[in-house]
T-cell receptor
Framework: SQTIHQWPATLVQPVGSPLSLECTVEGTSNPNLYWYRQAAGRGLQLLFYSVGIGQISSEVPQNLSASRPQDRQFILSSKKLLLSDSGFYLC????????????FGPGTRLLVL | DAKTTQPTSMDCAEGRAANLPCNHSTISGNEYVYWYRQIHSQGPQYIIHGLKNNETNEMASLIITEDRKSSTLILPHATLRDTAVYYCIAQRTDSWGKLQFGAGTQVVVTP
């Protein structure tokens, strides 16, 4: 069966510090991968998605970036965090090109102080 | 992608059926209706999806009207663990990768 992992589970970082969040998927090959952010009390916002290694599409301009160094690994990064980067970061995966059944990870809660 | 409209919140008694409405009056022929839910502090969970026909799985049933302008998610026997925000999403089959989550319906199941 497929599983998705995210770490860390929680993170407290000072403004201006770098960020690296990792997501890995097991039990499937060539998945589509996604990063979402959910601000407190708000809906989910799609940040990035990837259809393959090295292929990243950005949905919202911001100081975040994403990379996919391996087939089942998706990384969200920032060089300098802003207060507004606080939120709940969710990674998700899906397969194929004709369905939107996405499966979400447990999320990383980020607090920027 | 069509916009969906859901009630902000609803309560349901434990053990009773929960019927969650969703309006998608501008839905087009190639748009599926997807339902997800998000329990507090967890990632969203896929529930069910459909195009034209009613669908049922181990979690819920999805009833889509004949004109496809609205649908209802049915949780047959609500439990306290079904307390969550439920999202109804209309998504084109050729625009994968861009699930648009709205505000959803906050469902509270009470003993």
């Amino acid at each position: 069966s497929q599983t998705i992992h995210q770490w860390p589970a929680t993170l407290v970082q000072p403004v201006g510090s770098p960020l690296s969040l990792e997501c890995t998927v097991e039990g499937t090959s060539n998945p589509n991968l996604y990063w979402y952010r959910q601000a407190a009390g708000r809906g989910l916002q799609l940040l990035f998605y990837s259809v393959g290694i090295g292929q990243i599409s950005s949905e919202v301009p911001q100081n975040l970036s994403a990379s996919r160094p391996q087939d089942r690994q998706f990384i969200l990064s920032s060089k300098k965090l802003l207060l507004s980067d606080s939120g709940f970061y969710l990674c998700a995966w899906s397969v194929g090109r004709q369905t939107e059944t996405q499966y979400f990870g447990p999320g990383t809660r980020l607090l920027v102080l | 992608d069509a916009k969906t409209t859901q009630p902000t919140s609803m309560d349901c008694a434990e053990g009773r059926a929960a019927n969650l409405p969703c309006n998608h009056s501008t839905i087009s022929g190639n748009e599926y209706v997807y339902w997800y839910r998000q329990i507090h502090s967890q990632g969203p969970q896929y529930i069910i999806h459909g195009l034209k026909n009613n669908e049922t799985n181990e979690m819920a049933s999805l009833i889509i009207t004949e004109d496809r302008k609205s649908s209802t998610l049915i949780l047959p026997h609500a439990t306290l663990r079904d307390t969550a925000v439920y999202y109804c999403i209309a998504q084109r089959t050729d625009s994968w990768g861009k699930l648009q989550f709205g505000a959803g319906t906050q469902v509270v199941v009470t003993p």
